[in-house]
């Protein structure tokens, strides 16, 4: 009972942040209902017993890809070219890619009801399904979980490599640097008899150069 | 689960993350440190491969057999090479980066992945791994917008490639039932099996990794990939992955496709006349000497298939013994381009050669070693492959496959010997500068093996009839 009330509350909060998605006039909000509707499908996930796919969910589309649209919102300064109107040119395409996903789904649905062989993997009795995935991704899979994760590195690297610049002109701070002064560096006691100008030695090497490693 | 089979790529694996972490916390470690430890850990793997135990592990993921174990060897001898050849031209080429040997490595371990495939999700990691390290590994010069622009270019044309594999794997799965590939070649074992989506299916998948060999119909990335990649990245790419890509091949048509060979002989005898002919072709009107490379490892691919489209052990050892030339002619001659330097800069035209036997007759001595193999004119390494791949061609009754082979490698040679025409024979230019030893080093490995290989290949023979053997035969 408790659980059927979540449900539909769940699944009305999905579709109604879903709707605000497309019709949010400032695409920061947009982003904010995608969010949202992430979550949501979450609960559902949890609701069905499939945790592990709700974890998933979770840290990957809002911790990774939903920070990264709001990124790119922020960085394009999509505000300024907000929406006026105009999106009954985009709803015959719309409508038509709607409704190909929904015979798509809904054939899958038939398929699950009609064929006899497409039954659910029995769940494993006494093991959550994250320990089950677990178990056969650590052995079973063991050497597929491995490479994917080498080819992930390397991804990374590549991005790495082929994107960051060293800026060697920012004045950033040099923190060993800074803490491995001594006052016998900087401070110079010098003996300057009366009414003489003091003559600092390393002064005029000072002001050809100076001093690197910024804050000091 | 036995992970003792894959000991070479696991050491591997580790090593290259140890390369990085040292590069990290060594202020000290730069471009040639990570350049010598790479090469150090492909020799150790090397040790690890020639004594590695022959089997299957990781739950049928991983299969060793002779046949991976002289495939392997190869991609590492390529990758070696290659390593070496960066070693005093990064600078020049914009890869002096201490990432640069060690995306080289990840790649490695991606074709020694494909070559131990035992099911279909091994390959597809194994091309991915692979692929990416080269998307990379082209795109390396950032500031160089050629460069970018291979990169960007292979990656998107490397990425529908992928696509066409993966949806040939899933319909081969689909109506195969299984991606292991000894349960495929006992389901196929029955002819009634193999269905029209088997078909499909086995045909995007031959696509996909005809992609990664560059044959045509899918070649067309090549010569602007290898021109505008760096050329050290252009000597690595042409050696240890196309090595990687056929021994793939051959593994997919004859473990798990085995059975069905009248379906795909078809299919290769085409992609091999065609290749043939545009690499005959395409590269008398070019100019710059990676692009001519470019054509000639198209062309060098479509022979080597020959010898798959005979199906034969015969026809199969004649591509181990064509690949392990290729991989040495092909490797001095990328020695060569990168000797040609002037005033700290690279030059890639063909006229830049004029007057080569000149200003340095031991350069162009070694480049006329590997133009002739090449070309295929005895006694030199190049003409060996072709003699096997042809005889095994004539052997199994495809006369007019090895007529045509014959044919257009004489087309080949034209251009081939051009190159040899500029040396000796026209005006002399401006000297190229002092090469460096490495690159020396490279040239003369790959002269000697081009050269003496007639004296004893009697041991490479044996060791690819050993290879081939187990193969289904």
Excluded at chain 2, 373 to 399: D, L
Aim: aromatic share 12%; net charge neutral; glycine share 8%.
């Amino acid at each position: 009972m408790i659980a059927a009330l979540l449900f539909w509350l769940f699944a009305a909060v999905l579709v109604g942040s879903a709707v605000m998605v497309v019709t949010a006039r400032n695409p920061m909000h947009g982003v904010l209902f995608l969010i949202l509707a992430f979550f949501n499908a979450a609960a559902l996930f949890v609701l069905a017993g499939a945790e592990f796919l709700a974890m998933v969910l979770v840290i990957v589309y809002v911790g990774a890809v939903a920070v990264l649209f709001l990124f790119v919102v922020m960085m394009l300064d999509i505000g300024a070219a907000r929406r006026k109107g105009g999106w009954q040119a985009y709803l015959p395409a719309g409508l038509a890619v709607g409704a190909v996903l929904f015979a798509e789904v809904l054939f899958s649905l038939a398929g699950w009801k009609l064929m006899p062989a497409a039954v659910a993997v029995p769940q494993p009795a006494g093991l959550s399904n994250t320990a089950a995935l677990a178990g056969v991704l650590y052995t079973r899979y063991l050497l597929l979980f491995q490479a994917s994760g080498l080819v992930l590195l390397v991804a990374m690297i590549g991005a790495i490599v082929l994107t960051l610049r060293e800026h060697t002109r920012s004045r950033h701070q040099s923190i060993p640097r800074q803490l491995a002064r001594d006052h016998r560096e900087t401070v110079v006691l010098l003996d300057v008899p009366l009414r003489e100008a003091p003559v600092v030695p390393g002064e005029a090497k000072k002001q050809a150069a100076p001093a690197p490693g910024g804050a000091e | 689960m036995n992970a003792a089979v894959a000991l070479a790529e696991i050491v591997l694996a580790l090593s290259g993350l140890g390369i990085l972490m040292v590069g990290v916390l060594l202020r000290q470690a730069d471009f040639r440190f990570a350049s010598l430890l790479t090469i150090a850990a492909f020799i150790v793997a090397a040790l690890l491969v020639a004594v590695e135990p022959h089997g299957t592990g990781l739950f049928g993921a991983f299969v060793t057999d002779g046949f991976s174990t002289f495939m392997k060897l190869l991609v590492l001898a390529g990758a070696v090479l290659a390593v070496l050849m960066s070693l005093d031209t990064a600078r020049e080429t914009q890869v002096q980066r201490y990432e640069f040997p060690v995306m080289m490595l990840f790649a490695t371990i991606g074709m020694m992945l494909m070559i131990s495939a035992a099911d279909l999700m091994t390959l597809y990691l194994g091309v991915e791994l692979q692929s990416l390290s080269l998307y990379v590994l082209a795109a390396f010069a950032r500031d160089e917008p050629r460069a970018t622009e291979a990169g960007l270019k292979y990656f998107v044309l490397g990425s529908l490639a992928s696509g066409l594999l993966l949806y040939g794997i899933s319909l081969v799965w689909g109506f195969g039932g299984s991606m292991d590939f000894a349960v495929l070649a006992h389901t196929l074992s029955a002819p009634a099996v193999a269905s029209k989506g088997l078909l499909i299916g086995l045909v995007f998948v031959i696509s996909g990794l005809v992609f990664k060999v560059s044959a045509v119909p899918f070649h067309m990335w090549t010569p602007d990939v290898y021109e505008g990649a760096p050329t050290p990245v252009t000597a690595f790419m042409s050696t240890a992955p196309k090595v990687a890509g056929i021994a793939l091949l051959l593994r997919v048509m004859m473990t798990p496709f085995g059975h069905l060979a009248a379906e795909w002989q078809q299919v290769i005898v085409l992609v091999s006349v065609l290749s043939m002919a545009l690499g005959a072709f395409a590269a008398i009107s070019q100019h710059n000497i990676k692009r001519l490379m470019a054509y000639s490892s198209i062309g060098h691919v479509g022979y080597a298939l020959i010898g798959l489209a005979a199906g034969s052990a015969v026809g199969l050892r004649g591509v181990l013994i064509y690949m392990l030339t290729y991989v040495f002619m092909n490797a001095g001659t990328f020695g060569c381009i990168l000797a040609m330097r002037r005033r700290g800069h690279l030059v890639e035209e063909i006229s830049d050669l004029a007057g080569l036997a000149r200003n340095d007759p031991l350069l162009a001595f070694a480049f006329a070693i590997f133009m002739f193999s090449m070309a295929g004119i005895p006694p030199f390494a190049g003409f060996w492959g072709k003699y096997f791949i042809f005889a095994a061609a004539v052997q199994s009754g495809m006369w007019t496959l090895a007529v045509l082979g014959v044919l257009l490698s004489v087309v080949g040679a034209f251009y081939y010997i051009r190159i040899i025409k500029v040396m000796y024979f026209d005006e002399a230019k401006e000297a190229f500068d002092l090469r460096p030893a490495s690159l020396s080093l490279v040239v003369g490995i790959g002269a000697v093996f081009t050269t003496f290989f007639f004296v004893v290949p009697a041991p490479f023979v044996a060791a690819a009839t050993l290879a081939v053997k187990a193969l289904a035969f």
